[in-house]
């Protein structure tokens, strides 16, 4: 590896939080896809440090450079790994694992082979990158070997690790061939950080129960004497900076535009994901369509927006959800649409802040409906650009947001007539009952931004280290 400088500040991710944009000779980068990268990139600008992961895509150098201020090391990974590593381990078998099982995860040893040696790149690079005494903060369920890996290399540094997806149940995790190598790669940090309670206490159980270690509530006592901390720290985004962009006079005017372009007078329902099956895309749309066939809403009066951002295309599961909901799309459109007006506008892109945030704005009723999510930072973006409170939202029970956003319309996404009754209610609802609402989740997110989640799980993981001594 080239010579990198020492930092004092190290955030390890599977993904840099850019990528490379593919198919152009000068380097050209784009912000990566999804909520980890949303919440950290702020973080890192705040403390100055080095970002480790991997580009998305094949550099002729990897050695570290700089975009837009941020300082970034390149982790290099070969076809096979990423086939293996990246689709196969951490995306076919510990993703829907993790999430529920929602898509059957698939167990195969040449995938954990790979799991375990990239992790040990990423290890061994942050070894050498960080700074003595240096905080090491490693993200993501493609990563949970990182923490023990690094701590064998550098006993010096403080490693902090967060989970951004659900932690799952004692019973699912289980099934994991190297369930224990998983728990021991964790059991390495000084603090291990989860987006809610529930996925810290069956950390805890999971680490009594198969390691013998003992826990008093969010403690764990190890053998050799050390001590951790497990417990949940619900992840943000950066209120000021999103609310700011959404006040600008072009995301207002981008607003306006995407609203008379839509129909003035039309209740327009978005969702906005990653094209995933953890999502509850189809249920949504099956919904709204239903909606329409009923005749509760019409054609001239809503509209529904869907964004599906481009994923993990080569994954099967993934080609296979794409399917689905096109066909659906094609489904509802074909059969309730008329000439100029359609009931489903479907977006398959991915598209920078500001059309994000003026998206937020032009929308009536934000519907976001996982199955199960570790946060679903879209609900909190959606009610950041709401400055004006109204708006509504409709939340699966499912994301860890709606421990947060109690005022929104909180719906459990397999029940599609409840999902059906809240998406009328939320478009019929009284504006001062709306504006209520909207407040004091505004409220909710404005206290509880990425700072103060930054600032909490390092303060926490300074006062660890002080408290092993
Ligand atoms: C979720 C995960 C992240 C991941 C992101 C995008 O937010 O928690 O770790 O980076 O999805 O997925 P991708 O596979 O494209 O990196």
């Not at 040696?117 to 050498?128: G, I, P």
């Not at 009594?208 to 949940?232: F, P, V």
């Not at 809403?297 to 809503?302: E, F, K, P, V, Y």
């Amino acid at each position: 590896m080239a010579e990198t400088s020492k930092c004092p500040f190290v955030v390890v991710a599977n993904r840099l939080p850019v990528d490379r944009v593919s198919g152009d000779d000068s380097a050209q980068w784009r912000t990566s896809p999804g909520g980890l990268v949303t919440a950290l990139e702020p973080v890192l600008r705040q403390h100055n440090g080095v970002w480790i992961g991997w580009p998305g895509s094949a550099l002729d150098d990897y050695a570290q450079f700089e975009v837009d201020g941020l300082n970034l090391l390149p982790i290099e990974l070969t076809g096979d790994e990423i086939e293996a590593y990246y689709e196969g381990m951490s995306n076919s078998t510990l993703w829907p694992l993790y999430h529920d099982v929602v898509a059957k995860p698939a167990f195969h040893r040449e995938w954990w082979e790979a799991y375990v040696q990239v992790n040990q790149r990423f290890a061994d690079a942050a070894a050498q990158c960080a700074a003595r005494d240096a905080v090491v903060w490693v993200h993501d369920y493609q990563l949970q070997l990182v923490p023990a890996m690094l701590r064998a290399l550098r006993p010096d540094v403080r490693i902090g690790f967060f989970l951004h997806i659900p932690f799952p149940p004692t019973e699912l995790f289980k099934q994991l061939p190297w369930r224990n190598q998983i728990l021991e790669g964790l059991l390495g940090a000084d603090l291990v950080g989860f987006q809610r309670p529930g996925g810290a206490a069956n950390f805890a159980r999971l680490v009594r129960l198969r390691l013998g270690h003992k826990n008093h509530r969010e403690r764990i006592y190890l053998d050799d004497g050390r001590q951790l901390t497990a417990q949940a720290y619900p992840i943000s985004i950066d209120f000021t900076s999103l609310e700011k962009l959404a006040r600008t006079p072009q995301v207002q005017q981008r607003s306006e535009e995407i609203r008379s372009e839509l129909g003035d007078s039309r209740t327009i329902f978005l969702g906005v994901d990653r094209l995933d099956y953890t999502k509850g895309i189809r249920q949504r749309l099956r919904a709204f369509g239903e909606l329409i066939v009923d005749e509760l809403i019409s054609l001239d009066d809503a509209v529904f927006v869907q964004v599906a951002s481009p994923s993990r295309e080569r994954v099967q599961q993934y080609i296979e959800v794409r399917h689905d909901i096109e066909r659906w799309v094609g489904r509802i459109n074909g059969d309730l649409g008329r000439i100029g007006r359609q009931p489903i506008h479907y977006l398959h892109s991915s598209y920078p802040r500001e059309e994000m945030a003026a998206l937020f704005r032009a929308a009536d009723v934000m519907v976001v409906t996982p199955f199960a999510d570790g946060m679903n930072l879209v609900a909190k973006e959606f009610v950041t650009c709401r400055y004006e409170n109204n708006g509504a939202l409709v939340l699966s029970e499912f994301a860890g947001a709606a421990d947060e956003l109690r005022q929104a319309f909180l719906v459990n996404p397999h029940d599609i007539n409840g999902l059906r009754d809240s998406m009328l209610a939320a478009m019929l609802a009284d504006p001062r009952d709306l504006a209520r609402r909207m407040r004091a989740m505004r409220r909710q997110v404005r206290e509880n931004d990425i700072d103060s989640w930054a600032t909490k799980f390092l303060t926490d993981l300074a006062g660890e280290r002080m408290r092993s001594g």
